[in-house]
């Protein structure tokens, strides 16, 4: 039996003084009704909470985790950048190798600026693609989330699809005047949009994978046709790669599926756990940021040692040869024995994976194809899967609309583990 007295202590005081009591929505389980779990630290692919109890964790801190927790190289570069000095705001060497790593390993980006997370990534490569092109609109796709800067707040993923909402309340009309929203995979609304109003579009931005609807893929034509009439209209790319990037291949998925957008935003694994985000692309472009160019963007801890060290051996570790080999097999291996236990208890659902992410989407027979698709979902069943499994000792995302994902600290013995636990849930749901 679990014991979660100290948990739900921490989130009585929590409540009292952090909104909700937690600083990012989905963490406080609503959706998936239960109560949240608080750590008290993780190794490995586990996690402990503070009543003692262990969890295999598919969440990896929603992403950055792809060592899986304190791997201990990463662990030994933060202490060692710790012991000379947490933060200057004077430049360091550190910075110009994690930006060489990034223009080494991705493809398009020829340029690179570091900022503190992946929303500020998404909203200066915006803000960017605006002041290259002069003009105002921006074209997102539903469900697909980048972040929460305003103009970003209409028809999002991740959060915003978990609370059912549509956008948010302080969000001037005026700003989301400007941003078009319209279904993944839909080639003519695309061309119906630009036909009508492609003079003042600045960018499309887009999850080349979608994440934050659950895993969707794009269809074989659908990033190659988004970089053709792109190109045809003197419309800026975004690859929003936050979660893709060195996930997919360790040029993310522009290198998987050879497609270069003429920016590309970063996140999540380039911290390696630690605040990080980028966005680059071609030198043309990343030359109208401040100082060289007028389109201002800045911050004050940006290129942060610490993170930088983190980052820096993350992605040496990435660039080791195999590693995206094995993480695959293992995620094929799981996402299979997945759907033959879901067979054979007869719990109808559609499994969607690429390389080490994958989410099982309850209630639903064929192919996710896009956000309204995505939301037909059977969230109930979900939230009781996500209870079951927390009671087996596996940590789910807590909400339908996301990924899991599988780490390099993830062995075969752990995947059996989880497979087990999977099993047993299934057997008392069916
Ligand atoms: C997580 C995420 C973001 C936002 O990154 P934060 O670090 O949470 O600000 C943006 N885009 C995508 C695709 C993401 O998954």
Same mark, same amino acid.
């Given at each position: 039996m679990q014991r979660n007295l100290l948990s739900k202590h921490f989130f009585d005081r929590a409540k009292k003084v952090i909104p909700g009591g !937690?600083? @990012? %929505? !989905?963490?406080?389980?609503k959706s998936v009704g239960a109560d949240p779990i608080f750590v008290e630290s993780g190794s490995g692919c586990w996690v402990w909470d503070v009543d003692g109890n262990s969890y295999m964790d598919f969440v990896c801190s929603w992403g950055p985790l792809i060592l899986g927790h304190c791997h201990p190289e990463v662990v030994a570069a933060v202490k060692k950048a710790a012991e000379t000095? @947490? @933060?200057?705001?004077i430049p360091t060497w550190s910075e110009v190798k994690l930006a060489e790593m990034i223009v080494d390993m991705v493809? @398009?980006?020829?340029k690179v600026r570091l900022v503190n997370s992946g929303t500020e990534a998404t909203m200066s490569a915006v803000r960017l693609a605006r002041g290259f092109t002069n003009r105002k609109k921006i074209v997102k796709f539903n469900?697909?989330?980048?972040?929460?800067a305003d103009s970003f707040l !209409?028809?999002?993923?991740?959060g915003v699809a978990t609370l059912g909402i549509p956008g948010s309340p302080g969000v001037p009309e005026e700003i989301v005047q400007n941003t078009i929203a319209i279904p993944f995979n839909d080639k003519d609304a695309v061309k119906n949009v630009l036909d009508k109003e492609g003079d003042q579009v600045a960018c499309i931005i887009v999850? %080349? !994978? %979608?994440?934050?609807?659950g895993v969707v893929l794009p269809d074989e034509d659908f990033l190659p046709f988004l970089r053709q009439i792109t190109q045809e209209r003197g419309i800026v790319l975004i690859f929003?790669?936050?979660?893709t990037g060195f996930r997919l291949a360790p040029g993310g998925a522009q290198e998987y599926f050879d497609i270069m957008p003429d920016l590309t935003c970063l996140g999540k694994i380039i911290g390696g756990g630690l605040p990080v985000g980028a966005y680059g692309g071609k030198a043309e472009i990343m030359d109208q940021i401040a100082p060289d160019g007028p389109v201002y963007q800045a911050g004050t801890?940006?290129?942060?040692p610490l993170a930088m060290a983190a980052g820096i051996k993350t992605l040496e570790i990435l660039s080791r040869p195999g590693i995206y080999e094995l993480l695959e097999n293992r995620m094929d291996y799981l996402a299979g024995e997945l759907k033959t236990i879901s067979q054979k208890y007869g719990i109808k659902c559609t499994i969607q994976k690429i390389a080490s992410m994958m989410t099982c989407f309850f209630g639903q027979d064929g192919p996710i194809r896009n956000f309204e698709q995505a939301s037909q979902s059977d969230t109930e069943f979900y939230g009781k899967y996500f209870r079951q499994m927390l009671r087996n000792g596996v940590y789910l995302?807590?909400?339908?609309?996301e990924a899991a994902f599988v780490s390099l600290a993830h062995n075969w013995d752990d995947l059996d583990f989880a497979i087990e636990a999977t099993e047993s849930s299934f057997k008392v749901l069916a």
């Open positions: !937690v600083n @990012s %929505p !989905v963490r406080a389980c000095g @947490s @933060s200057f705001g493809p @398009s980006i020829e469900g697909c989330y980048h972040g929460h !209409v028809k999002a993923g991740s999850e %080349p !994978v %979608p994440a934050n609807m929003d790669e936050v979660i801890l940006s290129g942060n995302a807590p909400s339908q609309f």
